[in-house]
């Protein structure tokens, strides 16, 4: 499905704040609230728009340590077995098949290193696993919100 501005601009609003009106993001995109209610509904229906969550900072919840992984498997193992291995840990925040030397790349959080290191330990039991290779986190420079892609907007 093709964005127009229109539809780009809500999704922004809506990225940068989930609980806004279909009234206030009407306002700031010039269509009526009737108009934007339709327009979600549409991005809602075609998959454009998957959901809608709140951002919590995991350090309120005691996950302060973070890493990312470098995932080498063994052969060729598929891309949706190495996805279903990792989806059982909670810890992961994001995994992705990447370019390069490495077969994954993991994001992944935990409570302090002691929790990093036995999840780590968990996921190199996997059958798939040769070896990882991690780095983790000492501050975060840019941060957006969560994984969702913003910037949408257009000119």
Not at 10 to 39: C, F, H, N, P, Q
Not at 40 to 48: C, E, F, H, S, Y
Not at 74 to 95: D, Q, Y
Not at 142 to 152: A, F
Request: charged share 25%; net charge neutral.
């Amino acid at each position: 499905m093709a964005l127009d501005p229109l539809d780009s601009r809500i999704i922004t609003a809506l990225i940068e704040d989930a609980r806004s009106t279909y009234a206030e993001i009407g306002t700031r995109v010039g269509l009526s609230a009737s108009a934007v209610k339709r327009r979600v509904d549409r991005l809602l229906a075609a998959g454009v728009i998957t959901g809608f969550s709140a951002s919590v900072e995991p350090a309120a919840l005691g996950w302060t340590t973070e890493a990312f992984v470098e995932l080498y498997c063994v052969g060729r193992t598929s891309p949706s077995e190495i996805g279903r291995a990792l989806a059982k840990f909670p810890e992961v925040v994001s995994a992705s098949t990447v370019t390069g030397d490495a077969d994954a790349v993991i994001h992944l959080l935990a409570a302090d290193v002691q929790h990093f290191e036995r999840v780590l330990e968990r996921i190199a039991a996997e059958p798939f696993v040769v070896r990882s290779k991690s780095c983790v986190v000492l501050s975060r420079l840019v941060r957006r919100n969560g994984t969702t892609w913003q910037g949408v907007e257009t000119q």
